[in-house]
């Protein structure tokens, strides 16, 4: 097959202009085209009266004469190629009769965890994953109850339970990663495979949504224990035990000890207390950079207008979204992060007391509201800053800085989860917002209005509060209406990204502690559900070659696990 990329075709052409287009392309005859797929479809609004939809084919000739011939002529043609093999190659498969004294365990549900147990369990090796917080319709319901009741259970909640921090979010299905082994193709498979809709293969941009993402994550369970992998729920890892430098085993709250040789950390970003279990035992890992700030929520329509123009509510493009960047006269870059178009903000925290903002979408993205996170990057040496901390960077400093935020935003609410708020005018203005504009907050519990930017108890460091007062205006130019005055501002939005990262090396493990796989996001190595499943992937593959006695595949920086460790 010969795959063609970058064929366009008018935003509202007809379902049959299509393969015709297509011939004409090749400059064959319509009989020479057996037949063909769309393996992506985008599209390009930089015109907005002339939007164009961009596709990438996939396309079988009646002979592989006709093939070769096409492929011959147009060889020096950069948009056609041979179609690239995308289909899985497992590094290997335990034999049928294969007993395991101590089985692999995989730490966390959510994508990487997901991602990790899945490749395990089809290659025959039985995972065993312990996830501290409940099956994903009774965290359903606890999150509930915080998002109406006020009422937060520490264990199961946004950030912890099945399906991870990415069940309670817009489900986006992309990602920015070198995918030379086309992983994420694997992981698109198998959502299909779970239930999600075929679009997700060829639509540039998918996306899941909550709802769906609840059925689909227990279908992949279901899929694992089918191969004899275990889930078990409720199960909080209190320590590891290492002896000579390796790993041999876990304990759980109760008391119960778990022996095994390979443990895969797939924590996301939020287990705090197991960051600092595992800092005590002398896990390697330092301080990394991450992002702070609020949501900011907009009349969808505004958006879709902005970037679509008079082609905003075509139901092709749907509920459009934005990716905005603005380098601050104070050195620091302010950037949207998770957009979530026709979505709401969600409650997120995980710890009493303390406010965290995130951004969630169903698959219909038909909610009012466009939200996002405009987030300042912060970085290992500004947790000092403040009096917040004294002396070298900690590795756990970044939790410290992310919890004093946090609680400061929780003070500014009122209590009982409420979050502070702040029209959006009144914010570059500096006065206190009193009574809501047009943009009603999405957020629950609900949020109370206040000025984020007061002087001596403000939501945020002041250098983080004078770049998102620079930045508004800024994307104004790129947004018409972004910086309207009845837009909403609500904080704090602090788990960007993991603050800190348990490094590992080319084999995967841990520096210091041979058969410890640091995965995912909590680790310092993903961000979002592909990059996190594909990281997953990864680690499985390195847990199975070394249980297997088999060469591992080459990684995405093109070496191979064992070959060096990572600076």
């Not at 490749?119 to 996830?131: F, H, K, T, Y």
Request: one cysteine or more.
């Amino acid at each position: 097959m010969l795959r063609i990329t970058e064929l366009r075709l008018p935003l509202n052409h007809a379902e049959g202009d299509l393969r015709p287009a297509l011939v004409t392309r090749l400059g064959i005859k319509d009989e020479q085209l057996k037949r063909f797929n769309v393996f992506k479809r985008s599209y390009d609004a930089r015109k907005k009266t002339a939007i164009v939809l961009i596709y990438t084919l996939d396309c079988e000739f009646t002979s592989d004469a006709d093939e070769q011939a096409v492929a011959q002529r147009l060889a020096n043609d950069t948009h056609i190629r041979p179609t690239p093999d995308t289909r899985y190659q497992f590094v290997g498969h335990a034999p049928a009769d294969y007993q395991q004294e101590k089985r692999p365990i995989v730490i966390g549900f959510g994508p990487c965890g997901i991602f990790a147990a899945l490749i395990l369990a089809q290659m025959g090796l039985r995972p065993i994953v312990l996830e501290r917080g409940k099956e994903v319709r009774q965290r359903t319901k606890d999150t509930w109850g915080l998002w109406r009741q006020s009422e937060l259970n520490p264990e199961s909640n946004v950030q912890f339970g099945e399906g991870g921090a990415g069940t309670f979010s817009d489900g986006k299905l992309y990602s920015q990663i070198s995918d030379p082994r086309h992983l994420t193709r694997k992981v698109l498979t198998e959502f299909v495979k779970a239930g999600a809709p075929e679009e997700i293969l060829f639509v540039s941009k998918p996306h899941i949504g909550t709802f769906r993402l609840v059925s689909m994550v227990e279908k992949i369970r279901a899929d694992i224990e089918a191969l004899g992998g275990e889930v078990r729920f409720q199960q909080h890892v209190t320590d590891v035990v290492i002896d000579q430098g390796s790993v041999r085993g876990v304990v759980l709250e109760g008391g119960q000890q778990i022996e095994a040789d390979h443990v895969v950390l797939a924590l996301g970003h939020s287990a705090r207390d197991t960051f600092t279990m595992l800092h005590e035992r002398g896990v390697y890992m330092e301080a990394k950079p991450f992002s702070i700030g609020y949501r900011v929520e907009h009349p969808q329509s505004i958006i879709d207008k902005a970037r679509f123009g008079p082609n905003a509510g075509n139901e092709i493009l749907g509920a459009a979204d934005y990716k905005l960047v603005h380098h601050a006269k104070n050195g620091r870059a302010d950037y949207s992060f998770c957009m979530c178009p026709g979505g709401t903000v969600v409650a997120a925290t995980s710890e009493p007391n303390r406010v965290v903002t995130n951004g969630m979408s169903q698959y219909s993205r038909n909610e009012r509201n466009a939200n996002a996170g405009i987030v300042v990057g912060v970085s290992p040496q500004d947790y000092r800053q403040d009096g917040l901390h004294d002396g070298p960077v900690n590795p756990l400093d970044g939790i410290a800085f992310q919890r004093f935020w946090e609680s400061r935003a929780f003070e500014l609410g009122e209590g009982r989860y409420m979050a502070p708020g702040q029209l959006v005018g009144d914010f570059i203005k500096g006065q206190r917002s009193k009574v809501l504009g047009n943009v009603m907050p999405s957020y629950k519990p609900g949020v109370t209005l206040t000025d984020l930017a007061q002087k001596g108890n403000g939501s945020l460091p002041d250098y983080a509060l004078a770049a998102i007062r620079e930045a508004l205006p800024a994307f104004d130019k790129q947004i018409k209406g972004f910086s309207m005055p009845d837009a909403m501002l609500t904080g704090v939005e602090t788990r960007t990204s993991s603050p800190l990262r348990i490094t590992r090396g080319r084999d995967y493990q841990s520096l210091n502690v041979k058969g410890l796989y640091p995965a995912g996001e909590g680790a310092g190595y993903a961000g979002g559900i592909m990059s996190a499943g594909v990281d997953g992937i990864e680690v499985a593959e390195a847990v199975g070659a070394s249980i297997l006695g088999v060469e591992a595949p080459a990684t995405r920086n093109g070496a191979k696990p064992g070959q060096a460790l990572m600076g």
